[in-house]
């Protein structure tokens, strides 16, 4: 298995937008925003110091992407990465992309001088959360609370 990643620039937007909405698709219940998803995705490419998003390539084929944050923490006393999307077609799973990708990951988050990888999962998706677990990543005992804010013109 042979496979790479790419870091994505401002002319992969579109394949990006396709494998956003099936990820969306997949994992999420409301309807897809594609222009607020656009430009969420728009700003993460031209601002390295949001995060970054790689290409995931299978003998030069895009299969998926990762979409990294990042943030700071006193927690961590530094930089913390959050796994805000990881995407892989349906038809590629089960292969040992996603492994592929989480030890991409991790190396990059090294490179970047980041102290701690989070990432969420949704509950259901058992398949993705036994990934995780096996690649050391640990179930915190804290509850997530989110709030949305309405957003500034």
């Known amino acids: ?10 002319e992969d ?13 997949f994992d999420h219940t409301e309807p897809f925003d594609r222009v607020a998803a656009e430009a969420a995705m728009r700003k993460v490419l031209l601002d390295k110091s949001i995060g970054r998003v790689w290409l995931i390539q299978q003998n030069a084929e895009t299969v998926g992407y990762i979409a990294l944050t990042l943030a700071y923490r006193l927690e961590y006393r530094g930089y913390y990465a959050f796994l805000d999307e990881l995407f892989i077609r349906e038809d590629k799973r089960g ?3 996603g492994t592929a990708a989480l030890d991409f990951l ?15 999962n949704k509950q ?6 036994e990934l995780y677990i096996r690649l050391g990543f640990e179930l915190q005992d804290r509850w997530v609370f989110v709030k949305e804010l309405p957003a500034k013109a």
């Open 1 to 10: 298995m042979n496979v790479d990643f790419t870091l994505a620039q401002q």
């Open 13 to 25: 937007l579109a394949i990006l937008m396709t494998y956003m909405e099936a990820f969306h698709d």
């Open 95 to 97: 292969q040992g992309i």
């Open 106 to 120: 991790e190396k990059a988050c090294e490179q970047l001088g980041v102290a701690c990888l989070q990432l969420e």
């Open 124 to 129: 259901d998706n058992e398949r993705a959360g």
